[in-house]
Nanobody, 122 residues
Framework: QVQLVESGGGLVQAGESLRLTCAAS????????MGWFRQAPGKEREFVAA????????YYADSVKGRFTISRDNAKNTVYLQMNSLKPEDTAVYYC???????????????WGQGTQVTVSS
């Protein structure tokens, strides 16, 4: 079992930045791939970014490439999502997820946090 708790969401203006944090507990975090996903009202949950257990491999959705950065600190059992140049279309609930295998499909992840709201005003 893995427990995941997200934090760092909030209300910002377009062009500003936020850093989301996901704290993990319950199993060996350093061998777990991690992903960030988001879901806007009326839309399906979509992939944002993912990182391998070592941090050496990362994937990004085209919509966030160049603006968002995923990273992890295995000593702190934490994964981060640095979000720069935020746009109103980034508004969503953001979830972190854990899995044995590095994936971009949300239905492949075994463990999920409760989510944190990010709202970007224009």
């Amino acid at each position: 079992q893995v427990q995941l708790v997200e934090s760092g969401g909030g209300l910002v203006q377009a062009g500003e930045s936020l850093r989301l944090t996901c704290a993990a507990s319950g199993r060996t975090f350093s061998t777990t791939a991690m992903g960030w996903f988001r879901q806007a009202p009326g839309k399906e949950r979509e992939f944002v970014a993912a990182v391998s257990w070592s941090g050496g491999t990362t994937y990004y959705a085209d919509s966030v490439k160049g603006r968002f950065t995923i990273s992890r600190d295995n000593a702190k059992n934490t994964v981060y999502l640095q979000m720069n140049s935020l746009k109103p279309e980034d508004t969503a609930v953001y979830y972190c997820a854990a899995n044995d295998v590095l994936l971009i499909a949300p239905n492949g992840y075994d463990y999920w946090g409760q989510g944190t709201q990010v709202t970007v005003s224009s």
